[in-house]
């Protein structure tokens, strides 16, 4: 199980990255969503929107405007699933079901062990992933303290499950940084979200992070470093690394909206604007970056 860890406690292992002949997910991977607790539809469709952004479609495509959260896919594609010895088609991403729990049947206080739970109800198909989302107000075991966010699988069912935690309310100097003031390390000013939502622009950071992990090492055996059991995976072996001369406590030269003054790395559909975390190549043992 790989988690989106907080980059204070991230320790750089001596291994690289490597490939343990595995299985990654390609082809058509459809994606199920599992909303637990209250989101709005401007929240939903931030998120929505950056996973119809990473393999959108000819009419949607943000052709024009570069650097794109496609071209970061691409960047995994290539890099990663095409090395797996096992690319036959172009890797889709399909938005699937959609399934909300407002109510919070289960409390808002979670274990772990129910997040398995949650991502089932959300129908994942084989080769597929279930996103399970927990509103601000939802309190998951682990959430701050150690991480920002996980993914698992479910071998029986042939999918995998990402869990992700709106930090807003609960930590979102650690979790939703460099959004908000980080709450240790070097104080700079926080960054302007560039949808303007400080916790569903950070689960978008994480969310992308985990992404990542989970299609290059769904099932604990793809491509990671250091120990199985707390791996470092694609986006999670580059922490803090949004852009080129990134340090800790400054996340990298990034891009600036003119009008709104907010700071991002990708353009995605319909005119939206993400931040996603850089990706560790390991031809080069380099963090790579968009801008």
Known sequence: ????????????????LTYHNGAVLQGDIAISIMWYGAFTPTQKSIISDFLLSLTPSSQTRPQ????????WWETIDKVY??????????????????VSDEECSLGKSLKTSQIPELAARASPKKGGIALVFT?????VEGFCMSRCGLHGSDRNTGSAYIWVGNSAAQCPGQCAWPFHQPMYGPQTPPLVAPNG???????????????????????GDGFFQGAKEAPLEAATACPGVYGK???????????????????????????????????????????????
Do not use: H
């Not at 699933?81 to 959609?98: F, S, Y």
């Not at 509103?135 to 309190?139: F, L, T």
């Not at 850089?278 to 380099?286: G, V």
């Open 64 to 71: 024009s405007l570069t650097p794109s959260v496609p071209q």
């Open 1 to 16: 199980m790989g988690s989106r860890v907080l980059s204070s406690l991230v320790e750089q292992p001596s291994e690289l």
């Open 197 to 219: 939502d400080v916790g569903v622009d950070g689960m978008v950071i994480n969310l992308a992070s985990l992404v990542a992990g989970t299609v290059t090492n769904p099932f």
């Open 245 to 291: 001369g990134a340090y800790p406590g400054y996340a990298g030269d990034l891009l600036v909206d003119a009008t709104t003054g907010a700071s991002y790395n990708a353009n995605g559909v319909r005119g939206r604007k993400y931040m996603v975390p850089a990706l560790f190549d390991p031809s080069t043992s380099t963090c790579s970056t968009l801008v």
């Open 135 to 139: 509103a601000q107000d939802v309190a």
């Open 81 to 98: 699933l095409a090395k797996a010895g096992k690319k036959t088609k172009t890797t889709n991403i399909v938005l699937a079901e959609q």
